[in-house]
């Protein structure tokens, strides 16, 4: 597609409910980033993955959260077990390659609220 | 562990006037990014700053990189209010790869 894409754009959770929020890269990319954006808050890295592998987990807040990628594409971060403080924007960007001299492309984000 | 931090966390300013956004980090790094998010709206790239010294412009945004101070600036000349946005600075951080964001600054022109 043209942009990153994600769906959905927003949720509404109910606290312990599992919810699945998927990415889309741009075409080609082989590098896909999921941030996390709160209320007031900078942008919070979560995991990084080059094709489907993910060298970096390390910002994954707790073993309820997971993300796969499948076919060097589709991305999908499940949060397990929902609480209230997962509320946030959960941001996914791609880049053609990984490393610091690409640019990143951002999707619009999933709006998550745990009720 | 990288720090970065940005001032103002937001600032008012008239159209017209000139204004300077800072970006300070912790470790050493010679990759820095400014990055725009208009409210609802995802990040849109800006500048991508690849070495010390390193300056670009685009339209009224300037910006540069200082590394030896580890300061980027992102100058905003005669502010116009579709400049209004959220401003963050990132910086690529070698030894984990990968980007650690500032906190924003809430830009608002005001007519």
């Known amino acids: 597609g043209a942009g990153v894409s994600q769906s959905p754009s927003n949720k509404v959770t109910e606290k312990g409910k599992d919810v699945e929020l998927r990415c889309d890269p741009i075409?080609?990319?082989?590098?896909l980033y999921w941030y996390r954006q709160s209320l007031g808050q900078g942008l919070e890295f979560l995991i990084y993955?080059?094709?489907?592998?993910?060298?970096?987990k390390s910002g994954l807040p707790s073993d309820r959260f997971s993300a796969e990628r499948t076919g060097g594409s589709v991305s999908t971060l499940t949060i397990q077990r929902t609480q209230q403080e997962d509320s946030a924007v959960y941001l996914c960007?791609?880049?053609?390659?990984?490393?610091?001299?690409?640019?990143?492309?951002f999707g619009s984000g999933t709006q998550l609220s745990v009720l | 562990e990288l720090k970065v931090e940005q001032n103002p966390l937001f600032l008012s300013m008239q159209e017209g006037k000139n204004y300077t956004i800072y970006c300070n980090y912790s470790?050493?790094?010679?990759?820095l990014y400014w990055y725009r998010q208009d409210p609802g709206k995802s990040l849109e790239s800006l500048f991508v700053?690849?070495?010390?010294?390193a300056v670009k412009q685009e339209g009224r945004l300037m910006a540069s990189l200082d590394t030896k101070a580890r300061l980027s600036t992102l100058h905003i000349t005669a502010a116009v209010h579709d400049l209004s946005a959220t401003y963050f600075c990132?910086?690529?951080?070698?030894?984990?790869?990968?980007?650690?964001f500032g906190t924003g600054t809430r830009l608002t022109i005001i007519p």
């Open positions: 960007a791609s880049s053609l390659l990984p490393g610091p001299n690409e640019k990143l492309f």
């Open positions: 075409s080609g990319h082989t590098a």
């Open positions: 993955f080059q094709g489907n592998s993910a060298p970096d």
């Open positions: 470790t050493t790094s010679d990759r």
């Open positions: 700053l690849l070495s010390n010294g």
């Open positions: 990132a910086v690529y951080n070698f030894g984990n790869e990968k980007l650690t």
